[in-house]
């Protein structure tokens, strides 16, 4: 039986095509200040025609590999967490593994939205440390940027909004003390479904999408901002605490904090909740906006790659989003 589940590669993969404030305000009323101010964002990435969320996804996979010096016939199992499908059904994930030729190993996409990372993060750990898989590779992948509003009706919600792939890759670890998945807890409350939710196209409804629902920019994401952050900034610091309580750790023994990249400010304010000092934290959201359940690996891979996360180190991850959904994890990198 494995003790536990230890990351061994991490990989990223964002659009080339940047999309910067000053663009926006060329398709909505909005301005560089209002977006840099209530967010942070900077700029965010979004694909070009024809480029698909499994192309992102697979390129932070070989990243992942490379890092690990292993190869697709190495992986057990894919576990892929998205709220933007490449296609409704089947999903992402199949079509992530036809373009890395994964021969006949199991892949399931995974809806928890920006939660998702961490909910997939626990179900790798639990096959691994049962034994089922000895390889799991866990993936964040997000296209937001072909379902956005770009109208000033939208102006809330598509400025916050990247595109991006991230990958990690777990395996099976049988030292105690050693690198690895120290914890994760999720939760969710699915009564709040509604504050932040794409209503169509749905199966509850026939047809599926209706001339009238593209009309009224049903096909379009919703979000109450403010219901949304307040419930974000009680939520995540509770999680945090919570998963560093079941481990055996406190707040002080945590090197690095790696907060869901949804609102700059969201993340300043559950720092200052915690006392966190700033140094402790580290955010991309100003170059990427909010890539949902590819936020944390996105920032987890360029922490590992820039030297801000080092062996031994203990790093705390920590998400908020629709579902409503959240979640905490805490690793000792190695
Ligand atoms: O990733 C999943 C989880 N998501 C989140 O955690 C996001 C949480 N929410 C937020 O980050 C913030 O609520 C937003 C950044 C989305 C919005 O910021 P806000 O400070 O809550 O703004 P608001 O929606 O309350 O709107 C304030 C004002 C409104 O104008 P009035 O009614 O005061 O005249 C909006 O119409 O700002 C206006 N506004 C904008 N103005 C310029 C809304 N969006 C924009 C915009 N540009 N893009």
């Known amino acids: 039986m494995a003790l536990r589940s230890h990351v061994i590669g991490t990989g990223m993969c964002v659009p080339d095509r940047v999309v910067t404030n000053a663009d926006l305000t060329r398709w909505m009323d909005t301005s560089e200040e209002w977006i840099e101010q209530r967010t942070g964002i900077l700029e965010r990435r979004w694909i070009e025609p024809g480029q698909r969320p499994s192309d992102l996804a697979r390129e932070a996979s070989h990243a992942a590999l490379a890092q690990a010096g292993l190869e697709v016939g190495d992986i057990d199992c894919i576990l892929l967490a998205t709220l933007s499908a490449e296609h409704d059904f089947p999903g992402t994930s199949f079509f992530l593994h036809e373009a890395l030729d994964a021969g006949n190993v199991p892949c399931i996409d995974l809806r928890a939205q920006c939660s998702g990372f961490l909910y997939a993060l626990q ?23 072909t379902g956005l509003d770009v109208s000033t009706e939208g102006r809330d919600v598509t400025v916050i909004f990247g595109d991006g792939a991230g990958a990690v890759l777990l395996e099976a670890s049988d030292e105690a003390d050693g690198p690895g998945v120290l914890g994760v807890r999720v939760h969710a409350e699915g009564k709040h479904a509604r504050r932040l939710w794409t209503e169509a196209p749905s199966s509850a409804a026939s047809p599926r999408l209706t001339a009238e629902m593209i009309e009224k920019g049903r096909h379009f994401p919703f979000m109450d901002g403010r219901f949304v952050f307040k419930h974000a900034v009680t939520r995540m610091p509770e999680v945090l605490l919570e998963t560093l309580d079941a481990t055996g750790h406190a707040l002080a023994d945590v090197d690095l904090f790696l907060f869901h990249q949804a609102n700059l400010r969201i993340n300043e304010f559950v720092a200052q909740k915690l006392e966190i000092p700033a ?15 590819a936020a944390l690996p996105i920032l987890l891979a360029e922490a590992s790659r820039s030297g801000a996360l080092e062996p031994g180190q203990l790093v705390s991850l920590t998400a908020f989003g629709s579902g409503f959904t959240w979640g905490s994890a805490l690793l000792r990198w190695g």
Not at 123 to 145: N, Y
């Open 123 to 145: 179900m790798a750990d639990a096959l691994i440390r049962s034994d089922v898989h000895r390889r799991v590779l866990v993936l964040g992948c997000e296209v937001h940027s």
């Open 279 to 293: 140094e402790k934290v580290l955010n991309n959201i100003q170059r990427y906006g909010n890539c949902s359940a």
